[in-house]
């Protein structure tokens, strides 16, 4: 004996439900590749962040001690070249970076270079230019 199946009819309000779910499910994975919901990154700031007013406070004649003071610690120290000191800065704008607007600082665009003689003394400092002014 074969038995027939008897469908009921689907009801207004389970269709409706039927469909508010699905479209939850597809805005759910739409909204998924959205970058409102990406992953937080960090800002990466490299090396020693200076303005050219702090620049212009170094003066030929002062001692390394007065550079450190000034400026801080310089990025690159040379152990073949002791005499050069070099103030590198790149910066990565990370997701709060972006949300103010903050530019990206790429391939050491703000480079100073300060350079010594035998007993310490700065002797020409170069790269002021490069730097920016705030």
């Known amino acids: 004996m074969i038995k027939t199946l008897n469908f009921r009819p689907l009801s ?71 005499k050069r000191w070099d103030y590198i800065y790149d910066y990565q704008a990370g997701t709060e970076g972006r949300r103010k607007g903050i530019a990206d600082v790429k391939n050491a665009s703000q480079h100073l270079v300060v350079y010594f003689d035998d007993n310490g003394l700065v002797t020409r400092i170069e790269g002021i230019e490069s730097l920016p002014a705030s």
Do not use: F, W
């Open 12 to 82: 207004h309000a389970s269709v409706l439900r039927n469909i508010v779910i699905t479209s939850m499910l597809s805005a759910t994975v739409a909204m998924s590749g959205c970058s409102l919901l990406s992953v937080y990154k960090i800002d990466l700031p490299q090396g020693t962040a200076i303005t050219q007013t702090q620049a212009q406070k170094l003066k030929v004649g002062m001692n390394q001690n007065q550079v450190l003071y000034i400026l801080g610690s310089p990025a690159i120290r040379d152990t073949l070249e002791p």
